[in-house]
């Protein structure tokens, strides 16, 4: 029997992911900035909250949100977003690139995307082939590799400015044996970096032709500087007085 989100976040595999995943959201959305900010899935995790926009939104198909819709098929106004967040959004999604499509879409040009996902290459992503490992969450859902996902960004314009790995320590079910694993999630990140159960993408949609655009005090400042002072001509110019024209007083013809 399939296990529900709000349930397996509540057990000490749940509570140990929670806690790292909201760290490092808090780090990646603190210094982005704008109107709109949304955050589709996953209304367990609160990923917006050291974020400043004042407009912060959850949306999802489920469950307590504040707005419920289509994730692939969004309710939202094209390029109007300017944060939107995916907590293993894809994964449990029926058309992952679908949804990242309509993220693309909702976004303003320079808009900023931050999703997580489990890595399938690690021991989070080896514990599905347990005996009866993908009948819970989130074991049932489709882990995308990293390399995929980055394919995915480039082909819908997204430059990738940062990402990193965490949750090291192996999916243990129990606080003593998360406790004894303790010392992995310290050297995970120099040791074994590609070996973490879930990964991080902090992205920017670019557009081609998109400038910034000055104010225009600054433009006409600069070709003041550019000018130089030209003496004015006379109208009516004076005769040349006597000695100014190699004539010396004194000497005659």
């Known amino acids: 029997m399939t296990s529900s989100p709000s349930h397996w976040f509540g057990t000490p595999p749940g509570r ?36 400043r926009i004042a407009e912060r939104r959850v ?13 692939c098929e969004l309710p939202i106004a094209t390029a109007s977003i300017d944060l939107v967040v995916l907590p293993h959004t894809l994964e ?7 949804v990242l499509r309509e993220v693309q879409r909702v ?9 997580s996902g489990f890595n399938p290459w690690s021991l989070w992503g080896a514990a599905r082939w347990l005996p009866g490992g993908r009948d819970a969450f989130p074991w049932h ?43 992995m999630e310290r050297a995970g990140d120099r040791w074994w970096p590609i070996a973490g159960g879930v990964y991080f993408l902090h992205c920017i949609k670019r557009v081609k ?12 400042s ?3 500087r550019m000018l130089a002072a030209v ?23």
Request: proline fraction near 8%.
């Open 92 to 98: 449990f999604s029926a058309s992952p690139h679908q």
């Open 16 to 51: 140990y992911l929670l806690a790292r995943e909201l760290e490092i959201f808090d780090a990646e959305v603190a210094d982005a900035f704008g109107f709109q900010a949304l955050q589709f899935g996953l209304p367990q995790l609160d990923c917006l909250r050291a974020n």
């Open 141 to 183: 859902g489709q882990f995308i590799s990293l390399p995929r996902i980055k394919d995915w960004m480039a082909l819908l314009g997204f430059e990738v400015a940062s990402g990193r790995m965490a949750a090291y320590v192996p999916p243990c079910r129990g606080e003593q044996w998360l406790s004894r694993w303790a010392f």
């Open 59 to 71: 949306l999802a198909q489920e469950g307590e949100a504040d707005i419920l819709g289509d994730i």
């Open 209 to 220: 032709g998109t400038r910034l655009i000055t104010p225009r005090w600054r433009m006409a």
């Open 107 to 115: 976004l303003m040009p320079e808009g900023h995307l931050v999703l």
């Open 222 to 224: 600069a070709r003041r």
């Open 231 to 253: 003496p004015q001509k006379l109208l009516h110019p004076q005769p040349a007085r006597r000695g100014e024209h190699g004539d010396r007083p004194g000497r005659g013809r």
